[in-house]
């Protein structure tokens, strides 16, 4: 790999705007840094390694739950929403962090679960003990079940995470929970939900929080009549903006109360829902300046390693970010899917669709026929696009170290309630669930967790982390941590306009090639088999460049290069 060194002025922006080409980085605690040596990732942790996460050039971090729970759901099953875990830290120990972030130029963003709240939060355990018909049953969804004695369901819903989604408690009522059985759905048409999250939103603003993810954005608002639809019935509705529980046009009265909040502040608390829609113009009013002002666009996380694809989904959402005035959000890798350096070596299936979903395929074991480095190839160079796409960049723990999916858990320490409900394939979270991305990570080759902490670790590390490790690749030419590293750092100086030219000249085929402002040229070679090299200045690639037997330099199979381009 070859770095140049640069000339170009760093970008200027508003700090307002800091979000809009940021690189964030994930942080799903329990399994970043353990401080205290209990197996489990802490805020000390967290603290400890904010060196690391200055040295790796990303201007925020996202932070996964860290409230108070019982782990039903990996901590989106919140206790408390103003209150950090006893096992994860301290309130102070936040106020510590958040200074430590601040001190290094890293913004923080924490996760908002506004859809349910854990079974044992206040207003549930009140609600439990509260009699049937009571208001405190209101602010989540009670039910009589049908049949004589309403021993069954209210209605035959299935829970994203497979079984059912209603639960009978012992007076015989029921309730709807989306998720698992321990994440009660909040009801959004009370009052007090609304005021509470807002208080909350206001705590974290207050405490020197960036701004927050919001969680199932699209499933706040539900509208259930007396007589519930069938499932089937549910799914033959469109979602539209009328369907009684997803992506409802009226969840963006309670975003527009929000967006109030956010602003009151300076700069403005930011906001990125995580919305699962049915198509790019619904995703962008979540993306909307009055509400929240940023969605993930998980597209390039369900496509295949393809030049077609990636072309399309580039444009579609950079077209639909310029009608918002947002900008638009690029994944590959997170806490619910299969990591993309695995993801990227599975074997081709017969009869497999474009758009795979691959995030929910499970990985599967040692002989699971996937090729992990050319997986870990495509990665690295998908990776390098989206790092020279404009908008932000979301990045998740690991990914700069090209770890891979763990399969290797045995069942019964696996966590993912989405694996304990699952029944063989009957729906999309199936296979091995999502422990394989949440193993601690490995900071060094060797020693108790691999460097996680001084004790063990909550899901067990393989044997293979060794060669994956912060300390392997820390320093060692070509890594995939030195890669990332550069690529950032590049970007940060490189960062221009969030504008984008095609080059047509040399896209085609497996190859695709864009420009950004000031002569920064990406190009990647999504085939098999190496191409031209482009005139330019080589600032960096995401693996070996070749010689061709005339002795001009190649661009290989499943790699990006970017180039600077001298302006005419
Ligand atoms: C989406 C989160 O990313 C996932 O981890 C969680 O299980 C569900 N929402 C439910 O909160
Ligand atoms: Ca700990």
New binding site residues.
Partial sequence: MTTAPLTAPPATRSDADWWRQAAVYQIYPRSFADGNGDGIGDLRGIISRIPYLAELGVDAVWL?PFYPSALA??G??VDHYRDVDPTIGTLEEFDEMVTALHGVGIKLIVDV?P??SSDRHEWFREALSAPKGSPARERYIFRDGRGEHGEEPPADWTS??SGPAWTRVPDGQWYLHS?ATE?PDFNWKHPEVHEDFLRTLRFWSDRGVDGFRI??AHGLSKDLGEVLPSSAELKAMPKDGTHPLWDRDDVHEIYAEWRELFDQYEPPRIAVA?AWVETPERRAKYASPEGLGQAFNFDLMEADFDAGHFRDIVADNLAQSAVTGSSTTWVFS???GVRHATRYGLPPRAGRPVKQGAQWVAAGGPEDGIDRELGLRRARAATMLELALPGSAYLYQGEELGLHEVAEIPDEQRQD??FWRTTAGDRGFDGLG?DGCRVPLPWTRSGSSFGFGEGGAHLPQPAWFADFSVEAEDGAAGSTLEMYREALRLRGELQGEESLEWDEALSGGDVLAFERPGGWLSVTNFGAQPVALPVGEVLLASGELEAAADGTSQLPGATTVWLRRSEA
Wanted: hydrophobic content about 30%; aromatic content about 14%.
């Fill in positions: 996964s759901d990996g989106y099953d679960v859809n349910h994203i995470f998720f994440q969680d199932v995580e997170n806490h619910d309630p989405a999502r």
